[in-house]
């Protein structure tokens, strides 16, 4: 896979579990949740699809052929302004490993755009407190 196409995926898949609208080539627009793509023909799965016309799917997939174009519809987390954050908090003991949008905190905490999906006790509770400030902030 070339360069150019890694990073096309890596992009995509920044956006799963985010709001993204897919417009097929005949005209139609489905607004929901990316769920996953298929790397060999872009075929897309949105949960919580509304058409264009109003009609709700709880899962749609749409063949990637049919695909005219697809956009995001929120801003993603800028994780790397969050690692820089936590290192502020943690000097010295965050590691942000962007290929794998993760953040580790003291070898111990594991941060997503989710906020802390491993790791317990005061370490990350800090960590969590730290980023629901951070997403506060990013609201606004």
Do not use: W
Not at 11 to 34: P, Q
Not at 71 to 97: D, N, T
């Amino acid at each position: 896979m070339s360069l150019a196409s890694r990073r096309f995926v890596e992009e995509l898949s920044k956006l799963i579990g985010r709001g993204i609208t897919v417009v097929t080539i005949e005209g139609r627009s489905f607004s929901g949740r990316l769920e996953g793509f298929t790397v060999e023909g872009f075929d897309v799965c949105l949960s919580d699809a509304r058409s264009s016309d109003g009609s709700l799917y709880p899962k749609l997939f749409v063949r990637g052929g049919q695909i005219a174009y697809m956009y995001s519809s929120e801003k993603p987390l800028e994780l790397k302004a969050l690692a820089e954050r936590l290192e502020r908090v943690f000097p010295k003991m965050v590691k942000y490993y962007e290929d794998q949008g993760v953040i580790i905190v003291m070898n111990k905490v594991k941060v997503t755009e989710q906020g802390v999906v491993e790791g317990s006790g005061p370490i990350a509770e800090r960590a969590q407190k730290v980023y629901e400030e951070f997403m506060k902030e990013a609201a606004s």
